[in-house]
């Protein structure tokens, strides 16, 4: 549990999903591809963004201490991701599904979850255009780094896909330096 906590307040040496960095002559974002991996993953309907995410990261949290079939511990990964589904309109609720990406040691036969509302995820191969950017990330930078990688997508003509997103947060609410938070918008394919 000790580890767990540790990796979680200062998130250095966690495991991170692979991927595949393409060259880009813009310095302002980078191009992976992400390689097929599992998750592990809630969905929740939600007004406020932070809220989902807190409410995601308890209930996988939960997972990650034993909370599954095999009450087996699993290792603390970054990023914690979250994938946004707009809602219709300004007042609706968005969908967003919350992730942990899941050991390598894990990733054959993830543990199943106990909780009904947690999920292993199989994500397939995709390439995003990733703007990485620091500081305690809210809702409002989370939008303006948002606006600013499509800006600098449709500046430089490429094809992307407008919803769904990603947000996608590397470290621990205790960090207080160096924090690493990036915005993932999904590569359409041609």
């Given amino acids: 549990m000790l580890k767990a906590v540790g990796q979680a307040l200062f998130s250095t040496g966690l495991q991170?999903?692979?991927?595949?960095?393409?060259?880009?002559?813009?310095?302002?974002?980078?191009?992976?591809?992400?390689?097929?991996?599992?998750?592990?993953?809630?969905s929740l309907s939600e007004m406020q963004l932070d809220a989902a995410m807190n409410t995601g990261f308890r209930r996988l949290f939960k997972y990650i201490q034993g909370n599954n079939q095999n009450k087996v511990k699993v290792e603390m990964t970054a990023p914690v991701t979250c994938l946004v589904v707009p809602g219709a309109g300004p007042a609706c609720e968005s969908k967003f599904t919350v992730s942990f990406y899941i050991p390598e040691e894990h990733q054959a036969s993830p543990p199943e979850p106990s909780d009904p509302d947690v999920f292993v995820e199989s994500r397939k191969e995709f390439t995003a255009y990733v703007r990485t950017y620091g500081g305690f990330s809210n809702e409002n930078m989370k939008r303006e780094e948002s606006q600013k990688l499509q800006e600098s997508l449709q500046r430089d003509g490429v094809p992307y896909l407008q919803q769904p997103y990603y947000y996608a947060g590397y470290d621990s609410p205790f960090k207080l330096t160096n924090r690493r938070n990036e915005v993932w918008i999904l590569k359409k394919e041609e």
């Fill in 16 to 42: 991170n999903p692979k991927f595949t960095a393409h060259e880009n002559k813009e310095k302002d974002y980078e191009i992976r591809t992400y390689h097929p991996t599992k998750w592990v993953s809630t």
